[in-house]
T-cell receptor, first 113, second 117 residues
Framework: QKEVEQNSGPLSVPEGAIASLNCTYSDRVSQSFFWYRQYSGKSPELIMSIYSNGDKEDGRFTAQLNKASQYVSLLIRDSQPSDSATYLCAGSNYGGSQGNLIFGKGTKLSVKP | GAGVSQTPSNKVTEKGKYVELRCDPISGHTALYWYRQSLGQGPEFLIYFQGTGAADDSGLPNDRFFAVRPEGSVSTLKIQRTERGDSAVYLC???????????????FGEGSRLTVL
């Protein structure tokens, strides 16, 4: 298993729908997880971080972490065309330093008007 | 500006040449990171500085790659004897270290696109 795995997509959802993005991770990844959004040709920007089992909500975004299943997800409610981007899942490298993150390849999300 | 600044934004070089990429972090951010991103891939960790010292250089692929941060602010990533496989976008990020030990938010610069012909 790759350390952080994501479905590369593209994931296409209609405007106003819920977009569900998923990520699984291996034992090499520690317990801090991050979702970054990357617009085409731009740099990643952090949208959510989650450290504990369960759900964390921030506006239209909800991150979910299930450590037993080694699974992280991001839900985007009321999806907007401006949400169209690549979403990168990242986890801390177990035994590594702060900021030593392992990223997945990203899931490309397309929100259709 | 207020963000992480990287120069050059684009660099084309020939195989075997030496290149330097510069990063100016957000003022007051003590932590600085270098990542590189190849097409269709997520960013790959290279090195992390806390202040002037390299706290973690485990991601540097080989001894052709070296980075410095002599005054604890600006950093330079140096690549010797470039190879075609070094072609990628080199991303710099900075952050504050929170009291909980979590990284907090990594603020990425727009990157330096390196093309080795």
């Amino acid at each position: 298993q790759k350390e952080v795995e994501q479905n590369s997509g593209p994931l296409s959802v209609p405007e106003g729908a819920i977009a569900s993005l998923n990520c699984t991770y291996s034992d090499r990844v520690s317990q801090s997880f991050f979702w970054y959004r990357q617009y085409s040709g731009k740099s990643p920007e952090l949208i959510m971080s989650i450290y504990s089992n369960g759900d964390k909500e921030d506006g239209r975004f909800t991150a979910q972490l299930n450590k037993a299943s080694q699974y992280v997800s991001l839900l985007i409610r009321d999806s907007q065309p401006s949400d169209s981007a690549t979403y990168l899942c990242a986890g801390s490298n177990y035994g590594g330093s702060q900021g030593n993150l392992i990223f997945g390849k990203g899931t490309k999300l397309s929100v259709k008007p | 500006g207020a963000g992480v600044s990287q120069t050059p934004s684009n660099k084309v070089t020939e195989k075997g040449k030496y290149v330097e990429l510069r990063c100016d972090p957000i003022s007051g951010h003590t932590a600085l990171y270098w990542y590189r991103q190849s097409l269709g891939q997520g960013p790959e960790f290279l090195i992390y500085f806390q202040g002037t010292g390299a706290a973690d250089d485990s991601g540097l692929p080989n001894d052709r790659f070296f980075a410095v941060r002599p005054e604890g602010s600006v950093s330079t990533l140096k690549i010797q004897r470039t190879e075609r496989g070094d072609s990628a976008v080199y991303l710099c990020a900075s952050s504050l270290i929170s009291g909980t030990g979590h990284t907090g938010e990594l603020f990425f610069g727009e990157g330096s696109r390196l093309t080795v012909l």
